[in-house]
């Protein structure tokens, strides 16, 4: 038995293991509950393929037993069940050895998406926009909640910056492959002429950071009330409901009011506030292991130009790993945009280009 089948039949006889303890005792130690519960989830997904596996190759035994003994009429079926078979366990094989490769520790984390207005004037706010409700559709079609941090509108529906929390299962590790910047090139409503027009928008994503994963200090903070400006009726203009928080050792400063209650956007901030510091340090130690790390699809870096929207021909073209997609309207919308992630993934875990 090879390293490779050894690794895989162990993995699935813990998988049962855990099963059955999970199943079978009654009287569970809190934390020894919690640690086994997550082990089990965490191998859910492998378990799954490699059961798969195991049945395909069961099933090719008995068809390439039949091919030998197949009369002339069956044995071209019979060929073509076996070629098909392979087929499917070659592609098995090949996502257990992804899933077996290491994961990154946020990649279970929730995110704060964050998109700001680039080059090209109303027309940068309008993408912005349409960016922003892409988002929020694949959220919904993920099933993920997507709750409005900060939406600053700049008129005819474009806003300067808006942000999210998005939250639910494996949320960081699909999102953050959207960190960059975005290029459209559209006909604006704006143009007269019926010029096409480049504008940008840039997306950041940060690993949703826990009071766990970063601690800050109360004495560590500054935190301004003041009037809200902009929308949001009388209100907002009579009380200090807007709340500045400036994190005095990095310089770190939020600033939310798109709530009432000065209470909840403190709380807001202090969530932006929390990720913005964790993902500062996460970067940091990441260049500390790997000084000018570069994969494939990329930095994360907000000024790297990750995907082109090109709507007078239909297609969006991520740059990184050179795909072109001719359905924009189904990416803009949210339900192709897996299209592109899944492909993402997949270069970032196969290793056919390894970081340099």
Not at 317 to 340: P, Q, V, W
């Given at each position: 038995?090879?390293?490779?089948?050894?690794?895989?039949?162990?993995?699935?006889?813990?998988?049962?293991?855990?099963?059955?303890?999970?199943?079978?005792?009654?009287?569970?130690?809190?934390?020894?509950?919690v640690?086994?519960?997550?082990?089990?989830?965490?191998?859910?997904?492998?378990?799954?393929?490699?059961?798969?596996?195991?049945?395909?190759?069961?099933?090719?035994?008995?068809?390439e037993?039949?091919?030998?003994?197949?009369?002339?009429?069956?044995?071209?079926?019979?060929?073509?069940?076996?070629?098909?078979?392979?087929?499917?366990?070659?592609?098995?094989?090949?996502?257990?050895?992804?899933?077996?490769?290491?994961?990154?520790?946020?990649?279970?984390k929730?995110?704060?998406?964050?998109?700001?207005?680039?080059?090209?004037?109303?027309e940068?706010?309008?993408?912005?926009?349409?960016?922003?409700?892409?988002?929020?559709?694949?959220?919904?079609?993920?099933?993920?909640?997507?709750?409005?941090?900060?939406?600053?509108?700049?008129?005819?529906?474009?806003?300067?910056?808006?942000?999210?929390?998005?939250?639910?299962?494996?949320?960081?590790?699909?999102?953050?492959y959207?960190?960059?910047?975005h290029?459209?090139?559209?006909?604006?409503?704006?143009?007269?002429?019926?010029?096409?027009?480049?504008?940008?928008?840039?997306?950041?994503?940060?690993?949703?950071?826990?009071?766990?994963?970063?601690?800050?200090?109360?004495?560590?903070?500054?935190?301004?009330?003041?009037?809200?400006?902009?929308?949001?009726?009388?209100?907002?203009n009579?009380?200090?409901?807007?709340?500045?928080?400036?994190?005095?050792?990095?310089?770190?400063?939020?600033?939310?009011?798109?709530?009432?209650?000065?209470?909840?956007?403190?709380?807001?901030?202090?969530?932006?506030?929390?990720?913005?510091?964790?993902?500062?340090?996460?970067?940091?130690?990441?260049?500390?292991?790997?000084?000018?790390?570069r994969?494939?699809?990329?930095?994360?870096?907000?000024?790297?130009?990750?995907?082109?929207?090109?709507?007078?021909?239909?297609?969006?073209?991520?740059?990184?790993?050179?795909?072109?997609?001719?359905?924009?309207?189904?990416i803009?919308?949210?339900?192709?945009?897996?299209?592109?992630?899944?492909?993402?993934i997949?270069?970032?875990?196969?290793?056919?280009?390894?970081?340099?």
């Amino acid at each position: 038995m090879d390293s490779f089948r050894k690794k895989i039949v162990a993995i699935l006889e813990r998988y049962e293991t855990v099963g059955d303890i999970l199943n079978n005792q009654n009287e569970f130690d809190k934390k020894e509950f919690v640690n086994l519960s997550k082990e089990y989830s965490d191998l859910s997904d492998l378990a799954s393929e490699i059961r798969l596996l195991f049945s395909k190759e069961d099933e090719l035994k008995d068809t390439e037993t039949l091919l030998n003994s197949a009369s002339s009429e069956l044995k071209e079926m019979a060929e073509t069940e076996v070629r098909s078979l392979k087929e499917q366990i070659s592609e098995t094989e090949r996502k257990i050895k992804i899933l077996l490769l290491p994961k990154d520790i946020d990649d279970e984390k929730g995110a704060i998406i964050e998109i700001r207005a680039g080059t090209g004037g109303d027309e940068a706010g309008l993408f912005a926009a349409d960016l922003f409700k892409m988002y929020e559709g694949y959220a919904a079609i993920r099933g993920w909640k997507f709750e409005i941090l900060e939406f600053h509108e700049s008129g005819i529906g474009s806003i300067k910056y808006a942000s999210a929390s998005v939250s639910g299962k494996g949320v960081f590790a699909r999102l953050k492959y959207e960190s960059g910047t975005h290029r459209v090139q559209r006909v604006p409503i704006t143009e007269a002429s019926g010029r096409i027009h480049t504008s940008a928008a840039t997306v950041a994503v940060l690993p949703e950071a826990e009071e766990v994963d970063i601690n800050i200090d109360e004495k560590d903070i500054q935190i301004d009330t003041f009037r809200a400006s902009g929308a949001g009726g009388q209100h907002v203009n009579k009380t200090d409901s807007a709340v500045r928080i400036t994190h005095i050792p990095t310089g770190t400063v939020v600033a939310v009011q798109d709530e009432r209650s000065q209470h909840k956007n403190k709380a807001k901030a202090m969530k932006i506030l929390r990720s913005r510091i964790y993902d500062h340090e996460r970067r940091k130690q990441e260049d500390s292991l790997a000084e000018n790390r570069r994969t494939q699809i990329g930095t994360g870096d907000r000024s790297e130009r990750i995907r082109t929207y090109n709507f007078p021909q239909g297609r969006v073209t991520d740059h990184r790993i050179n795909l072109t997609l001719y359905k924009i309207e189904s990416i803009m919308d949210g339900s192709a945009l897996d299209e592109i992630i899944e492909q993402l993934i997949q270069a970032a875990q196969s290793g056919d280009n390894p970081e340099k």
